[in-house]
């Protein structure tokens, strides 16, 4: 079965700095790879997604992520984040769960506090 | 328009009582899904309809009902709500051949 670590619960950065949240993911197959990004009182947003290919995907607001699949990993990062981008961060990986249909595994997410 | 809308935002619930929660979507979407998040826990799939057929997960299966009237609307259905069944629920939706799923922002449930 498939699974999602974010081992960090909780990241603090200042304004400016660079950011990078971790998630490590185990699954068989071929694995389709997600962040999200949840704001208070809002829904999942996706940030950026990796199918194939390049392995550095970029996303919105200056988002990217590697996926390293030697390392079962697809590290979040930003060269320089703003106070607005405080949020929970998801790291998910896709399934085939028959057909056409596909089901997503979470990690628990990372809280990303940024101070001034 | 890549809204997901759900009702009602925050419902509180008595212990043994019934829950019902509606999603809807204007996408088209065969598919909608519906999560279940607990605080510093990772969303958990519950069940989902592609187009009319219901798949629910083996671990909630007797927990959750589902039904979907039309393509655009969802609901999760609780028959008697216990303190285990406070969380956040989640709904998606996604075409049935993308990997992408759009959200909704969630209904708060607490049972007291």
């Known amino acids: 079965a498939q699974s999602v670590t974010q081992p960090d619960a909780r990241v603090t950065v200042s304004e400016g700095a660079s950011l990078q949240l971790r998630c490590k993911y185990s699954y068989s197959g071929t694995p389709y790879l997600f962040w999200y990004v949840q704001y208070p009182r809002q829904g999942l947003q996706l940030l950026l997604k990796y199918y194939s290919g390049d392995p550095v995907v970029q996303g919105v607001n200056g988002f990217e992520a590697e996926f390293i699949k030697s390392n079962s990993s697809f590290h979040l990062r930003k060269a320089s984040v703003h106070w607005s981008d405080s949020a929970v961060y998801f790291c998910a990986v896709s399934s085939n769960s028959g057909g056409s249909n596909y089901k997503l595994t979470f990690g628990k997410g990372t809280l990303l506090t940024v101070t001034p | 328009d890549t809204t997901v809308k759900q009702n009602p935002r925050y419902k509180l619930a008595r212990v043994g009582k019934p829950v019902n929660l509606i999603c809807s979507q204007t996408m088209n979407h065969d598919t909608m899904y519906w999560y279940q998040k607990k605080p510093n826990q990772a969303p958990k799939l519950l069940l989902f309809y592609y187009d009319k057929i219901l798949n629910r997960e083996a671990d909630t299966f007797e927990k959750f009902q589902s039904s979907r009237p039309n393509n655009s609307f969802c609901s999760l259905y609780i028959g008697s709500a216990g303190l285990e069944y406070s969380a956040m629920y989640l709904c998606?939706?996604?075409?049935?051949?993308?990997?992408?799923?759009?959200f909704g922002p969630g209904t708060r449930l607490t049972v007291l």
């Open positions: 998606a939706s996604s075409r049935g051949d993308s990997y992408e799923q759009y």
